[in-house]
């Protein structure tokens, strides 16, 4: 049996855990990404704009278009984007993968 055939639910270590720190979903087989945003990639002036456009949907909807808008705009760019800054973004990697396969 592989792993893609065993429910997630029934792995060892499994599951959503939070061990004192961000909350998380080990997946065990499915893949995971980590999107890292500043405050200032979308003011919260646009948010709650597009708050009020959407607010005439049911949520399920709602959180859609506002995932799809959230989205459209991370990807102008917009903000400080520090991590363009090779030097921020190896900072940010070296982090991230020092504790890389540790429980």
Request: a negative charge.
């Amino acid at each position: 049996m592989h792993l893609k055939d065993i429910p997630h639910q029934k792995l060892k270590g499994s599951g959503w855990n939070t061990r004192g720190y961000l909350p998380h979903f080990d997946g065990a087989a499915i893949p995971q990404f980590i999107t890292l945003n500043l405050v200032d990639a979308i003011p919260l002036k646009v948010i709650d704009r597009w708050k009020k456009e959407l607010e005439h949907l049911n949520s399920k909807e709602e959180r859609i278009l506002m995932q799809r808008r959230i989205d459209v705009y991370l990807d102008q760019g917009y903000g400080s984007c520090y991590l363009k800054d090779p030097a921020i973004a190896a900072m940010v990697e070296e982090s991230l993968l020092d504790r890389d396969g540790i429980d």
